[in-house]
Each structure stands twice: as C-alpha cells, then as structure tokens.
Nanobody, 120 residues
Framework: QVQVVESGGGLVQAGESLRLSCAAS????????MGWYRQAPGKQRELVAT???????NYPNSVKGRFTISRDNAKNTVYLQMNSLKPEDTAVYYC??????????????WGQGTQVTVSS
C-alpha cells in the first residue's frame, strides 16, 4: 500500500505566503511525477503544479510566478511554496503521486487534501 499525506494548509491574508508539504510512503519503487491540484467549492479540480523526478515543472498561468513546486526524491516528498496569495487561491489542495510499486505497476495516489483559505 501507499499513503500520501499533505500538511501546511491554513488561513492567511491576501499577499501572504504558505508552504504545503506532501509525503508519500509505503510500497514505492519509484515516483515519476508528483503534483498539486486544487478544488474550490462548486468548481472542478484543477492543476496547480507538477514536477517530474528529473525536476521538470509545469504551472498554469494562474499561479505562474507566484507558486513554486519542488521535491526531495530521497524523501518522496513534494513541496508547494505559495507567495502573493489571492482570495481566488482559496480551495482544498490535493497532492498527487504517480507511483511505480514493487510489482512494476503504475498507480495514481491522492492525498486527503488540505484547506487553504485566503482572506481579502
């Protein structure tokens, strides 16, 4: 089994920063891509940032220049540094890990989500 656990959400004011962390553990042979997604009330889940094991990153325009994703491959951990937060960043943030288990099969794992609330 594989567990994915996020931490670091909270309530901040507009313009402030937060750092989210996500650690994957369990039956992991390798993790290719890790990423963050978010879902606001009444909206679909959307991409926030992804990073490959080689360090290639991807961001949508809505967060580019404000958010930075990074990872520690040795710890199977990914981070999301969020600066200049806006009220529209308010959402539940989910971590995703594309894991190769010891069987050699790929699995997609999600964390339970962490709430980020930005007040104006």
């Amino acid at each position: 089994q594989v567990q994915v656990v996020e931490s670091g959400g909270g309530l901040v004011q507009a313009g402030e920063s937060l750092r989210l962390s996500c650690a994957a553990s369990g039956d992991i042979y390798n993790i290719n891509r890790m990423g963050w997604y978010r879902q606001a009330p009444g909206k679909q889940r959307e991409l926030v940032a992804t990073i490959t094991s080689g360090g290639s990153t991807n961001y949508p325009n809505s967060v580019k220049g404000r958010f930075t994703i990074s990872r520690d491959n040795a710890k199977n951990t990914v981070y999301l540094q969020m600066n200049s937060l806006k009220p529209e960043d308010t959402a539940v943030y989910y971590c995703n890990a594309k894991v190769i288990r010891s069987t050699g099969q790929w699995y997609d794992y999600w964390g339970q989500g962490t709430q980020v609330t930005v007040s104006s």
